[in-house]
């Protein structure tokens, strides 16, 4: 068999049966994800200990909560370049290791102020491993499993939180807050050193940054046998779409011109929902009489239950489009209503507690899961990075904004209801995403994440027409 003179490597990657090497791939973003979650959600299920311990205003944690999501922010940025200039291998590994370092740290402080200034640089690596974890499933994946890998993988950060609402369940009351900093962190290193040993650099990010790199070539003859790959093979890639330029006006422009500002918008309002909510949850049932155990146990089955809450959004979300988000925040909504009654017994805060935190996680998963449909391919990492961007600043929003509600005069129940009322303007704006969604992206290439069958499509255009 003669020489293969060149090897397109995106069409080999995508076109293999699924193996052990993508599994491999998938299960360490996973891993990731799920260090991810456990990390971040140390300080929101050691909250009431923290304010206990240091006899702190809760507006004070707030601030920490906030700012621990403006170095998430920061980090959403910042490791965009990272990704691109130095690998999806180092933003891996310098993620991992900033997040754990920084939480072993946070088991040392002796102030909420040493707190805040370590929750900030743990936000760096809370903000660059979720695109780097994704780079790494989708560049892997089969073009015809891209989507579950993708959906599938990203469930490690629910379940990540949902790990640490059983160890503040069982080991905080017997090991005190610390235990909350300490188990992430040493385990995070842990992990960072498995990666450190197994994971392999992305072989597109290989194609194109280094195609000669031995690593490369061995791999490819690994995974396709058959092309005959020599040493004279050359890998490529498909040919790359020309830049648009760094500004933001191909985002609004044609259909997006009303896409972008929609999606800006819900990104936001729906964030500072939920950031609130997940910051303070812990805080917010022991006020509505649960104990430390039931606030914490509520927590980890709430983000448990977002699983399947999550992946059956997304299934109708396939069905009819950007609506099954709103189904999902007026069931959120509907369930805080519930939550900010006075003199509700605490089974039922229980019930209401883990349906609320459930259908949270939908909806901020839905809009992680949508917004890449509105844009077409040469502009779609832009407008999922300035989108999400705005998620991030809700997630500064939301938890400093709910601390001082918190230290005022309003009481728990208003607090709820305060915090719920975004979610109806979010339900609004899906409202208007829908619309939009069928007249002018379903079964387009904007749509091409593509999700419905022609029929479907059709039927629902004309329709709305």
Not at 122 to 148: C, D, N, Q, S, W
Not at 229 to 239: D, E, K
Not at 319 to 325: H, Q, S
């Amino acid at each position: 068999m003669a020489e293969a003179a060149t090897v397109d490597v995106a069409e080999v990657l995508e076109t293999r049966k699924v193996g052990a090497f993508q599994l491999g791939i998938w299960f360490l973003a996973f891993l990731m994800l799920f260090m991810d979650g456990f990390d971040l959600s140390g300080a929101l299920v050691g909250a009431p200990a923290l304010l206990r311990t240091f006899h702190a205003q809760r507006s004070e944690l707030g601030v920490v909560f906030g700012l621990s999501g403006l170095g998430a922010l920061a980090g959403t940025y910042l490791y965009g370049y990272v990704i691109d200039w130095y690998g999806r291998r180092a933003a891996a590994l310098s993620a991992v290791l900033i997040y754990s370092l920084a939480a072993i740290a946070c088991g040392f402080i002796t102030s909420l102020h040493q707190l805040l200034w370590w929750r900030l640089l743990a936000g760096l690596g809370f903000g660059g491993i979720m695109p780097t974890a994704i780079a790494y499933i989708v560049e892997m994946a089969p073009k015809r499993h891209r989507v579950t890998f993708t959906m599938v993988g990203t469930l490690g950060l629910t379940l990540g939180i949902a790990a640490m609402g059983q160890v503040g369940a069982w080991l905080l009351p017997v090991w005190g807050w610390r235990v909350v900093f300490f188990v992430p962190g040493a385990t995070g290193l842990a992990l960072a050193i498995l990666l450190w040993v197994v994971l392999p650099e992305s072989l597109r990010y290989l194609t194109l940054k280094k195609p000669d790199a031995p690593a490369l070539r061995h791999k490819m003859i690994e995974l396709a046998p058959e092309l005959a790959i020599g040493p004279n093979t050359r890998f490529i890639l498909p040919p790359q779409p020309k830049s648009v330029g760094l500004g933001l006006k191909p985002l609004f422009q044609g259909p997006q011109r009303i896409a972008s500002p929609l999606l800006w918008a819900g990104y936001l309002v729906q964030t500072i929902t939920f950031a609130a909510v997940t910051n303070w949850y812990a805080v917010l049932l022991e006020s509505l009489k649960l104990s430390p155990l039931q606030a914490s146990l509520i927590f980890s089955y709430g983000a448990l239950a977002g699983a399947p809450t999550h992946i059956a959004t997304a299934w109708l979300f396939d069905r009819i489009g950007p609506y099954a988000v709103v189904a999902a925040l007026l069931i959120a909504t509907a369930a805080m209503a519930v939550l900010g009654m006075p003199g509700i017994s605490p089974t039922t805060v229980m019930i209401a507690g883990i349906v609320c935190y459930a259908f949270c996680q939908a909806c901020q998963g839905s809009f992680n899961g949508m917004v890449g449909v509105f844009y077409p391919t040469n502009i779609r990492g832009k407008g999922i990075g300035y989108a999400s961007g705005m998620g991030r600043v809700g997630m500064v929003i939301g938890p400093m904004a709910t601390g001082f509600l918190l230290s005022g005069k309003f009481s728990v129940g208003t607090t709820i209801y305060i915090v719920g009322a975004p979610y109806l303007v979010t339900a609004a704006i899906c409202v208007a995403l829908g619309v939009l969604y069928w007249r002018k992206f379903a079964g387009g290439e904007a749509g091409a994440a593509g999700v419905l069958s022609a029929p479907l499509a059709t039927a629902a255009v004309k329709l709305q027409a």
